[in-house]
């Protein structure tokens, strides 16, 4: 059987997953792909530190170069994070014309571009299935299942820490700073977990799947960015009661114009009939509309040693074959659609809010508050005053109607400087998957 050689830059979650996940099934990839694969170095920082995945020693290094610059290895695996160290392994890999497998989601959203054109000029390729959603293989769906279709829109639960987050929250009434050090435990997190909380990691996997959905490239400053930090119990309570759960949500939406899509990530009030409100825990789904295949639908467990493993290991294969076949770019990495798209700006994004008040519980409020969305042409759909939050400031939610955010977010703000009001205004939005 031919065989081909690997090196491994980063030995931790992802790294240690790989080792094992090839140490138990590496002969049944072997078998069905008629190509051995061998991991002849791997790459860490620190030698001295104990592992759970149980590295040989004369695999071990601490210099990257010593496996990149090995004529022996013939595929580099980089798992490391960051975009700095990262991004030169795989530059002067691909310049080496060695195809690169990575999960580096951070990376590829902010030089993805740089990356994949140095792939296409050094005659090779780069692999990232597992930079999205953990074991889900929505990259391969999007580029090789659905290259027929054009995505009229994709909404993805895409952050394993944000949804384990919440759902704890909603199931448990866990509190956030515990089920995140659960998380960070689970080796769900990035580091540092900022990056899942604010949004940022979801953002770079939106932005992933917007440019592969629509052949341009989407860059990380025009994927409108909200995290989870100021959703409390109250908001996941009431959203409940109201028939909704609240999830963070990516989405890459069509919009009017040519080529124009909305691409965002935010905290969004989910109904509770729609498949996407029961993904919980670690696990993701994609909702991709396509408009040959119509609605289709990906879940899975998104982060973690084995799910992501799990991906490598597809785009392993990928390589491998490709290698053994000399068929180094047979899918382009990205779908190019030759398309001069734009990205749709967050005051122009039209969607339906719930919002919460603290107001001072006394006559003539609310006719306070009506005026200022009246003068704004916002209509309000549902008004609920929950009962037994006495006192003297309680919560006011009001659910309301298809509104664009600029005019929401200026209504808002002008009620935000009513005397009546207590705190500010919290506003999710609400997605109706029309
Ligand atoms: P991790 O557990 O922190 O592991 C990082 C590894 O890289 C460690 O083994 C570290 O060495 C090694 N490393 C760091 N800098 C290095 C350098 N300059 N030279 C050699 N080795 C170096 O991170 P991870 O969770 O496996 O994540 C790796 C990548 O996968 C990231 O891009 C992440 O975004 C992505 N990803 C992670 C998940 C997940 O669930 N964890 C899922 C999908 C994608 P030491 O062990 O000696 O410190
Ligand atoms: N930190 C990421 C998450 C890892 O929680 O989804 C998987 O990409």
């Known amino acids: ?17 790989v080792f094992d996940a090839l140490k138990r099934n590496g002969d049944l990839l072997s078998a069905r792909i008629g190509v051995g694969l061998e991991i002849v170095r791997v790459a860490v920082r620190d030698l001295k530190k104990a592992r759970a995945s149980k590295f040989p020693a004369k695999l071990l290094t601490a210099d990257w170069r010593e496996v990149v610059y090995n004529p022996e290895i013939q595929i580099i695996v980089e798992l490391i994070g960051g975009t700095t160290t990262a991004r030169e392994i795989i530059l002067a890999a691909l310049k080496l014309g060695k195809p690169v497998v990575t999960a580096n989601k951070a990376l590829l959203s902010a030089h993805g571009e740089e990356l994949f054109a140095a792939a296409n ?6 692999y990232y299935e ?9 990259i391969k769906t999007l580029r090789e299942g659905f290259v027929g279709n054009r995505i009229d829109a994709l909404y993805g639960i895409v952050n394993g820490t944000c949804n384990y987050i919440l759902t704890r929250m909603k199931l448990e009434g866990a509190d956030f700073a515990a089920v995140l050090a659960d998380a960070q435990r689970l080796g769900y997190a990035e580091t540092p977990p900022d990056l899942d909380i604010d949004g940022h990691d979801a953002a770079h996997k939106t932005g992933i799947l917007a440019s592969l959905a629509h052949g341009f490239w989407v860059k990380p400053k025009q994927v409108h960015v909200e995290g989870i930090r100021h959703i409390t119990a109250l908001d996941i309570q009431f959203a409940q009661q109201l028939g909704y759960t609240i999830k963070l949500l990516g989405m890459v939406k069509k919009v009017g114009k040519y080529c124009q899509v909305q691409v965002s990530v935010y905290p969004t009030l989910i109904p509770n009939a729609h498949v996407l409100a029961s993904v919980n825990h670690v696990f ?4 991709v509309r396509g408009d040959v295949v119509g609605d289709a639908l990906f879940y899975g467990r998104g982060a973690g040693k084995d799910a992501t493993a799990s991906s490598v290991l597809s785009d392993l294969a990928d390589a491998a074959l490709d290698l053994t076949n000399n068929t180094k770019i047979r899918v382009p990495p990205f779908v190019s659609h030759s398309c001069d798209g734009s990205v749709l700006p967050v005051s122009e994004i039209v969607s339906r809010y719930y919002v919460r008040l603290n107001v001072v519980d006394k006559p003539g409020v609310m006719a306070k508050i009506s005026s200022i969305l009246a003068a704004a042409n ?12 006495e006192g003297e400031s309680v ?9 664009k955010n600029g005019a929401v977010t200026k209504a808002l703000d002008k009620i935000s400087k009513l005397p009546v009001i207590k705190a500010k205004p919290v506003m999710i939005r609400v997605e109706s998957f029309a």
Do not use: R
């Not at 059987?1 to 997953?17: A, E």
């Not at 000029?121 to 780069?126: A, I, P, Q, R, S």
């Not at 597992?130 to 929505?138: L, Q, Y």
């Open 284 to 287: 993701n789904a994609v909702f």
């Open 121 to 126: 000029k050094y005659g090779t390729n780069l």
């Open 378 to 389: 916002i209509g309000m759909s549902s008004v609920v005053q929950p009962e037994g939050h």
């Open 130 to 138: 597992a930079s999205v959603c953990g074991g889900i293989p929505i």
């Open 395 to 403: 919560p006011l939610i009001l659910m309301i109607h298809d509104a």
């Open 1 to 17: 059987m031919h065989q081909v050689k690997l090196g491994i830059i980063g030995g931790g979650t992802v790294g240690g997953g």
